[in-house]
């Protein structure tokens, strides 16, 4: 990794352990010449491996006896570029301790100065042009350091040796609005997009509640909840409950949005995130970050600048265009961002922090592989696009692109591939790529002239690698893919699939009994034609004698075209898709059939599920067929009956459950097979992946999750590459 003090840390070892020879960087790594005693050697071995600095992880480290040079000293060499080879450059992180105290000292020359970093901190991916990273391949090119950041830069024992952004109020960037000034507006009312690491956000107050409907109004996007910053961990435990694990994950160098529970007497607005039990919250990570909560904020809207689902801004100009329309005023400056990235979104369950969405502090970390991987590029998927480029043993997951359905976001898609792949050097020769015919990724994929082969790549078989990648596993695992969508090799839309597969192949053993979607796209943003699809499909002409609510609730006119469609099957795709019966029960017991956003519906659902709850409904398991019809046929009862939504709702996340014990017992009994990935969107439910994950276990299963990779969509192109490479070696 470059970027993360590696030369001054080993510089200042060998010159304490009288250690004579050089440290360099190049596009292969850190190389050290060392000579001297064998016991200060040995000393220096262990140090390095047991103390590195803060944001350095060792991968590997590789010895050979070289014959005596003769130093006379130990010296910081110039970087070399070796082509070929990689070295990966470090996620942004956030202000370390040392800067923060700097920025809040009167006496210190960078008091309140908002770009301080050092070695330790600070946003090397986002500026980064090229590799090796040295300031001349960075944004901070334009900045000429003054005498006095040029000698902490040339100083070995300083904390800014060798920090590429290392600045100063005389000689750095600086920002267009004072922070007073933006302290003042947002006080107000006002919005202020306010420029960051990787983009703009979209800054207001979030107690004033006409500044975050206005925010609503103008970004046009109803219900999706916004992130917050919160000014430290003591202002998000007036809002949430954290955890020792959330508490951990908050203040992590990486930063993320934390997903937590929202305590009852929680003072602010639902309109931050309605319908939903929880809010995300992240804490302060760059000195602009601190200043601004230096005034009377515990809290600030924070949301990406973009406009509704366009990728974040992060150009000037860009932000005044673009932002305009939303923004009243903007805290500019004149650092560039070379590359996008958004806020990463976390969450703790069942045990472990996982990553919901992967940006800002993750990308571009590699995913280490436990084998060696052929240079694919792997095209990922639609709405919650990722790609992955590999090489050796890496797996470079490209940060969070969002809907390639937007123009801009498929810009964003191709500026990232080909940065990306300049600055690892990756250049693929086979691309991988979803069934799905309507897909922008698989058509640039089979379109992409650097390919001479092109592999599909069933969406399911991806999920469950690119589980089973993560966790360094290999072999066949059972793999159960729930989620909301992804086109099955029969051309129907799957999503309720027990795979039993390796990253050679896969079988389908079991999956949701189909039902009928209608309306394609509408179907996602109309749980009430799932809801109306499963009630068909159990009680038939029966359901005109049961007097439903969902029934009354639905328009007369929609539902004289609608249900005609679905009893005939005409205009439909059948779907076994596990978010699509979330949004069926959804509807039925009243809690939405309507949504604004892909799976509001199973959020709301989640939260109203009342723990404690034990109760499950009964399914039948034909063949390869999961049939549902006999706990829609009670939901429907205990609806009639008045049982409380959350009671109903439980009971059904249990059943869920059930399902997918009893499905990986039968396939366990046949094949012998022990090892369970799950993946797929709708294991971002904590509710369900805690009931299935502790019942797995305690029934013997070895049970694996997704952690740093997302289980959702985002996670998809490390699969599809891993997939793609088994089949290139067979
Ligand atoms: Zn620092
Ligand atoms: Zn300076
Ligand atoms: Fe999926």
Known sequence: MQGVGFRPFVYNLAQSLGLVGYVLNSSAGVHVDIEGDGVAIDRFLLQLRNNPPPLAQIESIEMEDCPAAGYSAFEIRESVDEPGRLAPVSPDVATCADCLRELQDPANRRFEYPFTNCTNCGPPYTITRAIPYDRPLTTMACFPMCADCLREYEDPSDRRFHAQPNACPVCGPSIRLSISEAQRLLHAGQIVAIKGFGGFHLVCDPFNEPAVRLLRERKKRSDKPYALMVRDVASAEKFCFVSAAEHAAL????????????????????????????LGLMLPYTPLHYLLFGGEFSALVMTSGNVSEEPIVTGNREAAQRLGAIADAFLFHNRDIHTRVDDSVSRIFAGSERVLRRSRGYAPHPVTLSFPVAAILACGEQLKNTFCLTKQHSAFLSQHIGDLQNWETFEFYRETLDRMQELFRIKPTVAAYDLHPEYLSTSFATHWRDATEHIGIQHHHAHIASCMAENGITGKVIGVAFDGTGYGTDGK??????????????????????????????????????????????????????????????????????????????????????????????????????????????????????????????????????????????????????????????????????????????????????????????????????????????????????????????????????????LLSR
């Open 251 to 278: 203040t992590s160098i990486r930063r993320p949005i934390v997903i937590l529970r929202r305590r009852p007497d929680c003072p602010l607005s639902e309109a931050l995130a309605p319908g939903n039990n929880t």
């Open 493 to 726: 839309i799957w999503g309720g699939e027990f795979l039993v597969a390796n990253f050679a192949g896969f079988e389908r053993r079991a999956h949701l009994r189909y039902v009928p979607l209608s309306g394609g796209d509408r179907a996602v943003l109309e749980p009430w034609r799932m809801a109306l699809a499963y009630l068909l499909d159990t009680f038939g002409s029966r359901l005109d004698s049961l007097d439903l609510p969902l029934m009354h609730r639905i328009p007369a006119q929609k539902l004289r075209v609608v249900r005609p469609m679905i009893e005939r099957r005409i205009n439909t795709v059948d779907t076994s898709a596990c978010g699509r019966l979330f949004d069926a029960v959804a509807s039925i017991i009243g809690v939405r059939d309507e949504v604004n956003f892909e799976a509001q519906a199973a959020i709301e659902l989640e939260s109203r599920a009342l723990a404690g709850i034990d109760d499950a409904y009964p399914f039948e398991i034909s063949g390869e067929e999961i049939d549902v019809r006999p706990m829609i046929e009670r939901i429907v009862r205990d609806v009639l009956a008045r049982k409380p939504t959350g009671w109903i709702a439980a009971s059904f996340h249990n059943t869920i459950a059930a399902i997918i014990i009893e499905v990986c017992s039968r396939l366990r009994s046949e094949d012998g097979i022990n090892r369970v990935c799950l993946s797929g969107g709708t294991f971002q439910n904590v509710y369900l992946v805690e009931r299935a994950v502790s019942s797995l276990r305690a029934k013997g299963f070895e049970v694996f999750l997704h952690s740093r990779v997302p289980p959702n969509d985002g996670g998809i192109s490390l699969g599809q590459a891993v997939i793609a490479n088994a």
